[in-house]
């Protein structure tokens, strides 16, 4: 499985990667899950405590490959997002 960033016009598309995985820390994963959402790709935002299996000294590289493992045979679950309109409503009253 390949990852990909946010390339211009649908570079992610020409290369056939219709899915992305990737873990929620902090505030960082806003803006690329918001790219790549748009782009039309399946993303799936994955909690790190659920994908903490990893024994001994952990490193993002070492997170990145676990989720790389686990998300082509389906073990990933994604995070509740709610939609963004019902957000807007929800906090104008």
């Known amino acids: 499985m390949k990852t990909c960033m946010p390339l211009p016009s649908g570079s992610c598309k020409t290369k056939l ?3 992305v995985a990737m873990e929620s820390t902090s ?3 806003q803006s690329l899950f918001s790219n790549l959402h ?3 790709m399946q993303v799936i935002l994955c909690n790190g405590k659920f ?3 990893i024994k001994g000294e952990k490193s ?3 997170d990145c490959q ?3 493992k686990l998300h082509p045979l389906g073990l990933l679950s994604g995070s ?3 939609n963004t309109e019902y957000l807007r409503k929800y ?3």
């Open 80 to 82: 509740f997002l709610p």
């Open 60 to 62: 993002d590289v070492q």
């Open 91 to 93: 906090d104008r009253h």
């Open 17 to 19: 990667i219709h899915s």
């Open 27 to 29: 505030t960082y994963w």
């Open 66 to 68: 676990w989720i790389q």
């Open 51 to 53: 994908t903490k299996n």
């Open 38 to 40: 748009q782009a039309g």
